[in-house]
Structures are given as C-alpha cells and as structure tokens.
C-alpha cells in the first residue's frame, strides 16, 4: 500500500490557494436578495448578472493568487481566464447552490433562477451538474484546488505555451489527489469523480454559449465586462 503524503511545500501551496479562495468569495448577498422577494424575470436577470459580473472580478483576483499564474506569459494569463471563467461559473454556482441552506430555500432559489428569463432546456442540465457537485460533498481545499484546475487548463483558445501552463495544473493535480486519497480513504475513485465533473463543466460551458445567443434575441442587457469575458455583441 503506497504511503500519500503530502510535503511541506505542498501544504504551503494548498494554504495559499485556500486562502486565496475564501478571500475571494461572492458574497452571498445576490442569492439572498434572490430569496428574499418575488421579482420579476427582468429584476432576476439584472441580479445574475450582478452576480455574474462580481464573480469575474473575484474569478480574476483569485487567479493572481495561483502560485505560479503570474509568472506565465501576459497573453497566456488572459487566455486562460477568458478560458476558464465561464466554467468557473458554474462551479462556483454549484457551490453556492448546494451549500446548506434553511430547508425550502434551495426550492426557492431554483425557481427564481427558472423565472430569470432562461430557456428551459438550459436549466435540466445545469440543476443536474448542481446535483451532482452537491452529491460529492466537497471540502473548501478541494472546492479552491478543483477551481484552480479549471483556470490551468493548458488548451484553452490562443494560449501559446501549454506546456508552462500544463506544468503549474500537474502541480496542483498532484496535491487533490494525494489529498482525495487521504481524505477519502473509504473511496479510491473520488478523485476520478472529481475530475469527471470537469467533463460535465465543459459541456455547461457549450450550453452557455448557446444560451447567450437566446437572451441577446430576447434583448437582454449584460456589463461590459461580461460582454467581454462571454463575448456577447
Ligand atoms: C457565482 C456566479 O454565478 C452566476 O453569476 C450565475 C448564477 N447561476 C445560478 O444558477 C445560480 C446559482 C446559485 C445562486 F445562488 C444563484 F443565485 C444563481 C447560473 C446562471 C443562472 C446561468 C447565471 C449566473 N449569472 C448569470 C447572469 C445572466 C444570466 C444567467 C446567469
């Protein structure tokens, strides 16, 4: 039986990267006013997309903090959050969905977020990768190491070196397994698992696209800046 452990240097990285997560978090104040009344979908959507355009902001500071992200090529660093930042919506998005909230209010929540002006056919998909991120329980290393996976993936569109890129992901790919394994003694395939839900992210991510073109014919209204990390208009 291979001994895991993980090695100082790999602590430091994970207390860097966790850090820098929960530093970086959305507050949860947009799912609240969410909860709270009954708006209409135009009132919803105007809120996901404060939502939305708060998480790129927070997206693009976590990055910073990637031990190793700074160093890469400028272009390099662009690419990959552009590449990166609407899969690291919807993790983000699974995240805040699935947290423990008074019983009811996830009902709640997931209807406002049908009622947002979003075509049904989106939402199964999304609400099933919800579930299935909820299902897994995660822990708030596992949650900041998977989402720093997502940003270092090394064939995103226009990246040049992949393999700088590739190097920095092996890093932290090395420490979730080591730290699945420990943590998840009782289950040899969660790493598998959690990997897998990357498969599932990238697909989220084709139906986003699509989605897009569906709110622009209903005129919908995005920020700038989401205008610029989704390519809308
Ligand atoms: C963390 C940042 O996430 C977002 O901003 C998502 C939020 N999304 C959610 O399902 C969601 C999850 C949990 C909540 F508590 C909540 F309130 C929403 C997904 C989506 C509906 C597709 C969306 C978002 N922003 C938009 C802007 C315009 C149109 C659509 C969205």
């Known amino acids: 039986k291979e001994k895991v452990e993980i090695t100082k240097e790999q602590q430091a990285l994970v207390k860097v990267v966790v850090e820098a997560y929960n530093r970086h978090q959305i507050p949860q104040d947009v799912a609240k006013k969410l909860l709270q009344d009954q708006y209409s979908a135009e009132e919803n959507f105007l809120l996901l997309t ?23 090529d400028r272009e390099d660093q662009i690419a990959l959050l552009k590449g ?33 002006g979003i075509s049904e056919e989106f939402m199964t998909p999304m609400f099933n990768f919800y579930k299935s991120i909820g299902e897994l329980h995660m822990v708030e290393e596992e949650q900041a190491l998977l989402t720093t996976i997502t940003i270092l993936t090394p064939d995103r569109p226009y990246v040049k070196d992949q393999q700088a890129v590739e190097r920095l992901q092996e890093t932290i790919l090395d ?42 014919v209903n005129d919908h209204k995005f920020t700038p800046l989401l205008c610029e990390i989704w390519d809308v208009q």
């Open 50 to 72: 404060e939502m939305a355009t708060s998480q790129v902001q927070v997206l693009v500071e976590f990055t910073k903090n990637i031990p190793g992200f700074l160093s890469l």
């Open 84 to 116: 990166s930042a609407v899969e690291a919506m919807f993790l983000r998005s699974a995240q805040v969905f699935s947290k423990k909230m008074p019983n009811g209010h996830t009902e709640v929540l997931e209807e406002r977020i049908r009622k947002s």
């Open 175 to 216: 420490v979730l397994r080591k730290m699945c394994v420990l943590q998840h003694p009782q289950d040899p395939q969660y790493f598998a698992r959690l990997l897998g839900r990357l498969t599932e992210l990238r697909t989220l991510s084709h139906y986003h696209a699509e989605m897009l073109t569906s709110w622009r």
